[in-house]
C-alpha cells in the first residue's frame, strides 16, 4: 500500500491541521492548504521512526548538515536501542544542560535562545541530546567496547614506525647596509672578524628571533646546520649590503619515546577495526530493519 502523509497549515483560519490519507485515491480538498511538511522514510524494526523533510534539512545541534542516509543510520540505531531495552536516561540530559549552564555561565533563557538560533525549541533540543546520548551509548556498546588494542602490537607498530621529532634552529638575521666609505671587500673582511669574534662592529640590528624545522632551512642556508647556539654565521652578499644570521638555540633530531607516542599509535591501530565493527553493525542494522522511501 503506498502511502502518503501530508502536513497541512490551513490558511482560512491558521489553524495547523494534520492530514494523513492512507489511499492514493482518496478525494481530498487540498485547495485550502499548502504543504509545510512530508515524510521522506519510514524505518520499520522494534518501533517504526519517521523521517520527515525538515529533519533533514535542519542542522544538527552542532550546526553540521546529514544527509539522509547519515539520519536513516541514527534512526536504525534508535531502533536498536529500544530492541535491546536501552532506557532513556533524563537525569543524565538535565545533568549535562545543567553544566554547560555552570560552565558558560548561562542562564536558562539565554540557554532556550542557543537551542532557537540553532532551529530548535528547549523540548525539541533536550529530544536531540536524548538521541545522541542513546546513538553514542549503542555505539560504545557496539563498536567502542570491543577497539581493545593489545600492547603487544603498540609496540610492533612503535618499533616499525618511529616517529621522528625533527631538530629545530632559532635564528636571528641581521642586515648590514653596504658602506659607502670602505669597499665591498674591506667591509666584508671586517665582517668575518666580528662573525669570528663578535668585535669590531656596532650597531648591529638583530631582528626578532624566529624557529624553524630542520626541513624548513632552505638550501642555501645549511650552513645553520653546523652552528651552535651564539655563532654567528659568515656574511653573505645580498643586494646592497650583508646578511648575518646568529643561532640562539638549537634542538638536536630526537625520536618521539614509546610511552608518548602510545595514545596516538593506538588511535591508528583502532580505524581500521572502528571501520569493520562499524560496517558489520550498519549491516546488521540493515538485516533487522526495513526503510522505505517515500
Not at 494523513?20 to 517504526?48: C, M, N, P, R, W
Not at 543510520?73 to 537525569?91: Q, Y
Request: no cysteine.
Amino acid at each position: 500500500m503506498k502511502i502518503r502523509a501530508l502536513l497541512f497549515v490551513l490558511i482560512t483560519s491558521s489553524v495547523f491541521v494534520t492530514q494523513k490519507a492512507e489511499d492514493a485515491h482518496e478525494d481530498i480538498d487540498t485547495s485550502k492548504f499548502i504543504l509545510i511538511d512530508q515524510i521522506e522514510v519510514v524505518v520499520y524494526g522494534a518501533d517504526v521512526e519517521i523521517i520527515t523533510k525538515s529533519d533533514i534539512d535542519r542542522p544538527a545541534l552542532g550546526g553540521d548538515f546529514r544527509t539522509k542516509e547519515d539520519i536513516v543510520f541514527e534512526r536504525e540505531v534508535l531502533l536498536d536501542a529500544k530492541k535491546h531495552h536501552l532506557p532513556d536516561d533524563e537525569e543524565a540530559v538535565d545533568a549535562y544542560l545543567a553544566q554547560i549552564q555552570r560552565e558558560h555561565n548561562l542562564s536558562p533563557k539565554e540557554l532556550e535562545e542557543i537551542f532557537t538560533a540553532s532551529g530548535y525549541t528547549i523540548e525539541e533540543g533536550r529530544q536531540q541530546l536524548q538521541m545522541m546520548q542513546t546513538i553514542n551509548t549503542m555505539l560504545d556498546i557496539k563498536i567502542r567496547s570491543n577497539l581493545i588494542v593489545p600492547r603487544k602490537d603498540v609496540e610492533e607498530y612503535y618499533k616499525n614506525n618511529p616517529e621522528v621529532i625533527e631538530a629545530t634552529y632559532t635564528v636571528q638575521r641581521a642586515f648590514v647596509p653596504q658602506s659607502a666609505k670602505i669597499s665591498a671587500d674591506k667591509q666584508y673582511a671586517v665582517l668575518v672578524n666580528y662573525a669570528k669574534s663578535g668585535k669590531g662592529v656596532a650597531g648591529i640590528v638583530w631582528g626578532e628571533p624566529m624557529t624553524l624545522n630542520h626541513s624548513e632551512i632552505a638550501e642555501n642556508k645549511k650552513f645553520i646546520y653546523e652552528m651552535e647556539a651564539g655563532d654567528i654565521s659568515l656574511p653573505r652578499l645580498v643586494n646592497d649590503g650583508f646578511e648575518l644570521f646568529k643561532l640562539v638555540e638549537k634542538t638536536p633530531r630526537t625520536v618521539k619515546s614509546l610511552e608518548d607516542s602510545y595514545r596516538d599509535i593506538v588511535d591508528i591501530l583502532r580505524q581500521p577495526k572502528y571501520e569493520e565493527l562499524m560496517r558489520k553493525y550498519k549491516e546488521l542494522l540493515s538485516k533487522n530493519s526495513s526503510v522505505v522511501y517515500l
